[in-house]
């Protein structure tokens, strides 16, 4: 029996630990995740906070209406009232469901002072075996109803989550995993994992990670798993928008016009939108790589303008459009930098993000201006 109950806490830990790399794989630069110290996992987070408190049965469950999953959790958060003030969202996440007959049906639907009469009422009904429940109940209506219904508004229900196979598996379609190697995924998650558990340990004792401390081990993890470097993924390196014309205000294009360029505007618009449409696929939502493309813009950036600076000296009062014009070609013949560990580039989103840098008024190709 003792054998079985261990199982079942360290399948419970798991399931919260998984929970926690999820939400570092979606960190933000300045957010902290802080585990076990305001309640199982908390954010810290200018736009996103949230505290959570994650409960995990290996077998089906159901969330009655009195089940002590919800009313610890509701005790905790009213109790400490002042410390969940900081958190825009209070989430009770469980592998549980509930049913129709259940007062959480449809909890995420209502509005605090609904939600606030479901509890309520649950509690007038006096019944015979309640001894766990009435002692949360107390003690969650011995604090103000204001306390409790603030603490209401915030309180999300996340029911019926994956277990722990599935919830693996849904980890391995974040982004992140989209180029690491088939077959390491499983591997990557084990030492981003244990990256993880590794945090106190080298924080004395302090359980929390911030978005840099993720980004610079699972940076150097991914590296290591990568085994070498990937090609860049050539998912629309063949496609082409829909509506090139819809494009033409885009300041990028004004900058080719304005050096007497107009053949070179429609392939600008096409790799424009190629570079986009593969930086959305497999960069926009992993905070990796993210930072990988932002650096990689940034260095780009530098020796666009230090060319510029060169190619300015050549030029005389009578040619500045033609110098401007191969500042423009020399650019676009530039050999597409590595970056991250994505080697080869490809010149469509070299130019892409070159374009990109011209919409955002970094570049100008007029070398007169």
């Known amino acids: 029996m003792q054998k079985n109950d261990d199982t079942k806490t360290k399948l419970g830990d798991i399931f919260h630990y998984l929970i926690v790399l999820e939400h570092c794989l979606d960190l933000k630069p300045?957010?902290?995740?802080?585990?076990?110290?305001?309640?199982?996992i908390a954010i810290s987070s200018e736009s996103n906070s949230?505290?959570?408190e994650i409960k995990h049965h290996q077998d089906e469950h159901n969330l009655s209406s009195r089940n002590s999953d919800f009313w610890k959790s509701l005790k905790n958060w009213v109790i400490n009232h002042q410390n969940m003030d900081k958190f825009k969202r209070l989430?009770?996440?469980?592998?549980?469901m509930t049913s129709e007959d259940s007062i959480f049906h449809q909890w995420n639907e209502l509005n605090e002072e609904q939600r606030f009469k479901i509890i309520k009422d649950e509690g007038d009904e006096q019944k015979k075996k309640e001894e766990s429940f009435r002692k949360f109940y107390n003690e969650i209506f011995s604090v103000e109803n204001t306390v409790i219904l603030k603490t209401l508004a915030k309180l999300e229900l996340q029911l019926n989550e994956k277990d722990i196979t599935k919830r693996k598996d849904k980890i391995k379609q974040h982004p992140s995993f989209s180029l690491i190697k088939s077959g390491d995924e499983d591997s990557f998650i084990y030492e981003?994992?244990?990256s993880i558990l590794m945090r106190p340990v080298?924080?004395?004792g302090k359980w929390e990670i911030s978005h840099d401390e993720y980004k610079t081990h699972a940076t150097s993890i991914r590296d290591k798993q990568a085994s070498g470097s990937r090609p860049l993924p050539g998912t629309y390196?063949?496609?082409?928008p829909s509506n090139v014309s819809s494009y033409m205000d885009k300041d990028f294009v004004k900058e080719i016009l304005d050096i007497e360029c107009e053949d070179e505007v429609e392939e600008a618009i096409v790799n424009y939108w190629r570079m986009n449409q593969t930086y959305i696929d497999h960069f926009n939502d992993d905070p990796i790589y993210l930072n990988d493309v932002i650096e990689y813009k940034s260095d780009l950036n530098k020796r666009l303008q230090r060319m510029r600076k060169s190619l300015r000296r050549r030029c005389k009062l009578d040619n500045y459009t033609a110098v401007s014009q191969d500042f423009f070609d020399e650019v676009m013949l530039l050999?597409?930098?590595?970056?991250?560990?994505?080697?080869?580039?490809?010149?469509?989103?070299?130019?892409?993000?070159?374009?990109?840098?011209?919409?955002?008024?970094?570049?100008?190709w007029n070398l007169k201006k």
């Open 237 to 240: 390196s063949n496609e082409a």
């Open 50 to 52: 949230a505290n959570m």
């Open 335 to 364: 050999e597409a930098m590595p970056f991250g560990t994505i080697n080869p580039n490809r010149d469509f989103f070299q130019q892409g993000i070159v374009h990109s840098i011209v919409d955002e008024g970094k570049l100008i």
């Open 202 to 204: 080298e924080n004395n």
């Open 91 to 96: 989430i009770l996440v469980s592998t549980s």
């Open 30 to 40: 300045g957010e902290i995740i802080h585990v076990e110290r305001f309640g199982d």
């Open 192 to 194: 981003l994992l244990g």
